[in-house]
């Protein structure tokens, strides 16, 4: 475990976060404005690339990548295997498919709006992966191995988010914390599975676009029976393809 690169990606992160979401935050509560105001959404954007910025910056300082040409092309890795992708989709599935049917959900926009939406999830959470699954899953799992390193990535993942539950106008804002929580580790066991069998970053970047992006789709109220049974299930489906995919590359 490369403790120098952890120390340095988390650093920057943090502090990016802090001064601009936590920033945000305060100015929300302060002057009651919401996340609409032009400016509070320009320092919300740039506080959640805090670890794609985080992740160049400390990648290029320990001698990881030469330049941005090749840490890009290390992100946008599409070439990959069709098992790859019907994992992407299975944990997508599990997450949305259990949502629906214990919650009831309604339609939001048009299914094809997925083309033009999709894109825009690069902006609004994919790009996170670039830091928490390239950078901090992988180097955890060397020293802690798989399931403690997940949990502790979810743990980073959802303490890092706090702040924009306090920044009005966001979807997190009239969300419970602790709910969001488990959301977090279950998320974290399917990305992390994903990176772990694809050994990519791009399948994990689509895998958040895709379920940011299809909640403007299929809308649901989140309560604590869909996401603890999405957390159980997910695991188990995490715990079974991990061993499949040992048998097959061992």
């Known amino acids: ?10 650093i920057i992160t943090f502090a990016i976060m802090v001064v601009f979401w936590g920033g945000c935050a305060l100015i929300s509560q302060i002057f009651n404005l919401t996340i609409n105001n032009i400016f509070l ?10 670890p794609t910025i985080a992740s160049y910056i400390s990648l290029k300082k320990n001698d990881k990548v030469k330049n941005f ?3 890009f092309k290390k992100i946008f890795d599409i070439k990959h295997n069709i098992g790859t992708y019907i994992v992407v989709i299975l944990f997508v599935s599990i997450y949305y498919i259990l949502g629906c049917v214990i919650n009831g959900f309604d339609f939001g926009t ?29 180097e955890l799992e060397k020293k802690y191995g798989f399931n403690i390193a997940t949990i502790f990535t979810a743990i980073i993942w959802w303490l890092w988010h706090l702040p924009i539950f306090f920044i009005k106008g966001t979807a997190n804002a009239n969300m419970n914390y602790f709910l969001f929580g488990i959301m ?8 992390a ?31 604590w029976l869909s996401c603890c049974a999405s957390l159980v299930v997910t695991i188990i489906v995490s715990m079974l393809i991990l061993n499949i995919n040992k048998r097959y590359t061992s």
Do not use: D
């Not at 048009?110 to 992988?138: A, S, T």
């Open 1 to 10: 475990m490369n403790k120098k690169l952890i120390k340095e990606f988390l």
């Open 41 to 50: 959404r320009i320092m919300h954007i740039i506080g959640g690339f805090s």
């Open 69 to 71: 040409k090749e840490w």
């Open 110 to 138: 048009h299914i094809f709006m997925l083309i033009v939406i999709l894109p825009m999830m690069l902006f609004y959470g994919g790009n996170e992966e670039v830091g928490w699954r390239m950078i901090l899953q992988p």
């Open 184 to 191: 977090c580790l279950t998320l974290c066991y399917a990305l």
């Open 193 to 223: 599975t994903i990176r772990k069998v694809s050994k990519g970053i791009f399948p994990c970047i689509l895998t958040h676009c895709l379920i940011n992006g299809l909640s403007s789709i299929f809308i649901f109220n989140y309560s």
